[in-house]
Each structure stands twice: as structure tokens, then as C-alpha cells.
């Protein structure tokens, strides 16, 4: 079965220092993989997806993220953490498999980002 | 501008009450889902829909109905049967079919609590 992992529930970093997020899935196929932020009490805006072609994907907001096949990984990582980017963060695959399901989002339980000043 | 709106924000409900979240879209999308997230629990997928007069159970459908009579709307009612039906509810869409089209575009959601 289709699944994603994010290790880390809760991330402290401080105003400026870089940040990687972790994200692993498993999955038979090729994977079509996002990253979604969500700021307390609101919905979900993504940040960047990947399906195909170059393995480094850049987002917005200054967010890249990196498919590792070899490690069914999908890293979010930000050179420099604003304020701003305190939020909650979500990993998520996409089914392509039959059976109706297509389109269905499989979703890591999120990583809570604080940043300190 | 196009987007998925959500109504109420705040919604409150008496115990053995049903209630009605509504969804609406202005994006054109055959594809619509409803989402129950819990503090440290991720996004559960409650029902979809990839098309008019037509939707699936999800992962945690026990105690919710829908219906898609529209392209545009997708209401979510919880009944009385929903155990615990305190929680945060997204509404998203997407354009059907897997692949390119799996992204999924999210409203603003409903935070819903029983008295």
C-alpha cells in the first residue's frame, strides 16, 4: 500500500538558518509527489510538485525540494527560514492506480515548523 | 478569481444533530474531496467525487453523507451517527485522472465542534 512518512512532527530553526524537511514514500511506480504548507486555520497551499524530468523541483517562497529515488525521498529544504514560514508542512503522493482512486492524494501527517527570532 | 470556497468557517453543532458543510468551486473541476484533519493526524479522506451524480467512500466515511448533483457544489453532511465529529474539514478539487492532474487545490475549511 501506498504511504508517506514525515519523521519529524515538530521542527525548531531559528530566523535565517537553513531547514530540510524529510519525506518518504512508498510506492510501485513512478511517483507524483507534493509538498503543501498550511498556516493554523487555514486551508492547504502547495508549494511544489513533482512528476517527471529534473529531480531538484523549485517552489515558491524560496522552497526546493529533491526526489532521491534510491531513497524514496522527497526533502523540502529552504536556504534561509523566514518568520513567516512558521506553518505546518505536508508531503503527499499521488495514486495513479485504477479502481477509481486516480487523482487521490495519500498525505504524511505534517511537520510543524517553529522559527525562533 | 477562480477558487474553492468553504462555508461556515465555525460551525457548531448540539450532540445528535445533524450538520451541512458546504463546498462550492468556480474552477471548472470534475474531481472534488472532503478531508478530516486532527491535531498529529494528517488528512483523512472522508468521500470524493470524480464526477457529477457519482462519489466514493474513503478512508473514514462512517457517520458522513455527500452528494454532487452539481459540478460545482460538493456538501458534506455529518450526521448523528459521526462518533466524534469534532474537527477541522477541508474541502479540495482537482481535475480527474491521476498523472499531471493529481494536484489538488484546497478551500479555507470548516472548524467544527459539538457541544
Known amino acids: 500500500a501506498q504511504s508517506v512518512t514525515q519523521p519529524d512532527i515538530h521542527i525548531t530553526v531559528s530566523e535565517g538558518a537553513s531547514l530540510e524537511l524529510r519525506c518518504n514514500y512508498s510506492?510501485?511506480?513512478?511517483?507524483?509527489l507534493f509538498w503543501y504548507v498550511q498556516s493554523p486555520g487555514q486551508g492547504l497551499q502547495l508549494l511544489l510538485k513533482?512528476?517527471?524530468?529534473d529531480t531538484l523541483v523549485q517552489g515558491i517562497k524560496g522552497f526546493e525540494a529533491e526526489f532521491k529515488r534510491s531513497q524514496s525521498s522527497f526533502n523540502l529544504r529552504k536556504p534561509s527560514v523566514h518568520w513567516s514560514d512558521a506553518a505546518e508542512y505536508f508531503c503527499?503522493?499521488?495514486?495513479?492506480w485504477g479502481g477509481g482512486s486516480q487523482g487521490n492524494l495519500i498525505f504524511g501527517k505534517g511537520t510543524k515548523l517553529s522559527v525562533k527570532p | 478569481d477562480g477558487g474553492i470556497t468553504q462555508s461556515p468557517k465555525y460551525l457548531f453543532r448540539k450532540e445528535g444533530q445533524n450538520v451541512t458543510l458546504s463546498c462550492e468551486q468556480n474552477?471548472?473541476?470534475?474531481?472534488m474531496y472532503w478531508y478530516r484533519q486532527d491535531p498529529g493526524q494528517g488528512l483523512r479522506l472522508i468521500y470524493y467525487?470524480?464526477?457529477?451524480?457519482?462519489?466514493q467512500k474513503g478512508d473514514i466515511a462512517e457517520g458522513y453523507s455527500v452528494s454532487r448533483e452539481k459540478k460545482e457544489s460538493f456538501p458534506l453532511t455529518v450526521t448523528s451517527a459521526q462518533k466524534n465529529p469534532t474537527a477541522f474539514y477541508l474541502c479540495?478539487?482537482?481535475?480527474?485522472?491521476?498523472?499531471?492532474?493529481?494536484?489538488?487545490?484546497f478551500g479555507p475549511g470548516t472548524r467544527l465542534t459539538v457541544l
Open positions: 479540495a478539487s482537482s481535475i480527474p485522472g491521476g498523472g499531471l492532474h493529481n494536484e489538488q487545490f
Open positions: 474552477l471548472n473541476h470534475d474531481a
Open positions: 467525487s470524480q464526477i457529477v451524480n457519482d462519489f
Open positions: 510506492y510501485g511506480a513512478t511517483p507524483y
Open positions: 513533482y512528476f517527471s524530468g
Open positions: 503527499a503522493v499521488g495514486s495513479s
